[in-house]
């Protein structure tokens, strides 16, 4: 289950469907993402074929990120059971 967002905008559109905050065009593509984010009890569940799903290093050691489009990417971090910490950013 999600427990917390840091990007604002991907938290209003993963609650209300507003896309403010975030890229039109990879609206449905986030759907799909925080839809099985939300249901995943780790990491690995979000390991579908096409999202790339990554460990990350450096500053964002022990988070994890899928790709959404171009550089832009989902990323996030897990506590028990629940992800922490999404965020929707272009990190590259």
Known sequence: MIRSFRHKGLEGFFRT????????AHAARLSRQLAKL???AGPQDMNLPGWRLHALAGALVGHWSVWVNGNWRLTFKFEGQ??????????H
């Open 82 to 91: 629940d992800a922490v910490l999404v965020d929707y950013q272009d990190y």
């Open 17 to 24: 469907g507003s896309k403010k905050g975030i890229q039109p």
């Open 38 to 40: 939300d249901t995943s």
